[in-house]
């Protein structure tokens, strides 16, 4: 039976261990192994973080935190690690490369070469975001789960409580693909086919994410993009309830974005939940306080949210008179957008090294 004390116990050996592999690196390629061994979906730390969910809720948020405070700090001495290596590396090719300007004939005017330098590169900022999402919410004692990119309208619309001609379906501007008969297959419009996919297998209870790429047929603007990323969250279980939904975005809210951050719920529609409410978290640019780009309330809007309808359990094989769960989704993309008061989307599209290096 897993505790809050061999928890906090594990996570300092953890810790520990972790410190000293990492402080055992000697080059760039053996620090990305040992990173991904330790901090990777793989690793001992992801492990743990499933295993929460056995904790009473109190505990649970506490054992959460501890986690995401471990993982923060070796992240940190990961990049220390990274940083001295680059530093390293950068003063070796500086000696090997320095040009011995004695050789040069008498009367030359040429310049003398500065030295090559190359920074090795990171990840994307949105990959940033996503690994982030996907860390806090397996510290929440949740898993992740991935689908394809290519859907039938079965797993998109239909089983989603959207049949043929549902009007509904006018809120997503659909890709479709020249496969089967017309408008059979698509290109994802959202990541709840994965819902639809994980349900049908009828593995009880859920507790996953779902992150990916999804595509709409959207003009590029400051707030949308064609292509973009989502993350949605699935729990099916016996007594689930509103509450429970309300209270997890609001222990996501704390864990991702920092203490004293808050949610709030109003009411919404989407047809494959019932009651549904779009979620508003704390502006992350004036902690509440007002501003410009949350047009002064201190509110930001992040996604929706809501209980599972009866229909889809139905459309999945699922029994909506033992089970009950709720669902909740947002926009990757639109969250780094907040996070950096990033003005126009596509700037994460277009590849300018000035504008990356600053993540």
Known sequence: MTDIQTIRSTLANLRSDGETRLGGVADLETLAEV????????????????????????????????????????????????DELDRRDAERRLVEERLDLSEIACGSRRPPLAASSRSAGHLHLVTQTRDELEETFI????????????????????????PPDHPARGMWDTLYLRLGSPETVLLRTH?????????????????????????????PDARHLPVFHQIEGLVVDEGITFGDMAGVIEVFTEAFFGEGMHSRLRPSFFPFT?????????????????CRTCSGSGW???????????????????????????????????????????????ALLDNDVRFLSQF
């Open 274 to 290: 019932e009651p549904s409410a779009e979620f508003e978290v704390t502006c992350p640019i004036c902690a509440g306080a007002g």
């Open 35 to 82: 990173e991904r061994s330790i901090l990777g979906k793989r690793s001992a730390l992801a492990g743990l973080g499933a295993a929460l969910k056995d904790l009473a809720g109190s505990e649970r948020a506490e054992a959460g935190q501890a986690l995401q405070q471990t993982r923060q700090a070796l992240s940190d001495f990961a990049r220390q690690v990274r």
């Open 139 to 162: 510290s929440m004692g949740f898993d992740v789960v991935e689908g394809p990119e290519v859907e039938t309208d079965w797993y998109n619309f239909e089983a989603l409580n959207m």
């Open 300 to 346: 930001i809007e992040l996604g929706g949210c809501g209980m599972v309808d009866p229909n889809v359990f139905t459309a999945t094989g699922i029994d909506p008179e033992r089970y009950s769960g709720f669902a909740f989704g947002f926009g990757i993309d639109r969250l780094a957008q907040v996070r950096t008061s990033l003005a126009d989307m596509r």
């Open 191 to 219: 990541t709840s086919p994965v819902q639809v996919r994980l349900m049908s297998k009828g593995d009880l209870p859920i507790y996953s994410v779902m992150p990916g790429r999804c595509y709409r047929r959207d003009t």
